[in-house]
């Protein structure tokens, strides 16, 4: 099996590509995306991106938006999966691996609770992108408990 080179320190290349992807997930209309900065963790990756998705036509929409980005930043997609169901997506740049999911899809697989201690990089993310201002997500119209 053939192992990916991963850097010891940020670099500038790869650091301005995981944000362009993240700024082509924002244009989309991801919601919440998050960017992971994976470069002092030896894992698989440099950066990880995870964003939301209405839809699965949105899914797909920002997963194109993704590619069509990194192609143009001289970037070559290594692998992707679920862009046939729609409902999730995983494209792999190497340096970047981004996963676009339904919302409660993302929620169940929690990938930002697996990197919580990673370092996220600053979006800036519309405010009818985030989290907050979705409220279709939201599965409890009760008040928040009280301990």
């Known amino acids: 099996m ?3 080179k991963t850097t010891t320190a940020p670099s500038d290349k790869y650091r301005q590509d995981a944000l362009a992807a993240a700024q082509a997930a ?10 992971l900065d994976l470069t ?3 894992s698989y990756t ?3 991106l995870i964003a939301s998705a209405q ?6 929409a920002i997963a194109d938006a993704v ?3 990194m192609e143009e930043r001289g970037a070559r997609l290594l692998g992707s999966e679920g862009l046939r169901d729609g409902r999730w997506a995983l494209l792999d740049f190497g340096d970047l691996v981004v ?3 339904e919302h409660p899809l993302r929620e169940f697989y929690d990938l930002e609770g697996m990197w919580f201690d990673a370092p996220r990089l600053p979006l800036e993310i519309p405010a009818e992108q985030r989290l907050e201002a979705q409220s279709a997500y939201r599965y409890d119209d009760e008040q928040p408990a009280r301990y």
């Open 2 to 4: 053939q192992t990916r």
């Open 26 to 35: 924002i244009d989309k209309k991801g919601i919440e995306p998050v960017l």
């Open 40 to 42: 002092e963790s030896g």
């Open 46 to 48: 440099d950066y990880l």
């Open 55 to 60: 839809a699965d036509r949105t899914v797909r």
């Open 67 to 69: 590619v069509a980005v």
């Open 99 to 101: 996963h676009v999911f």
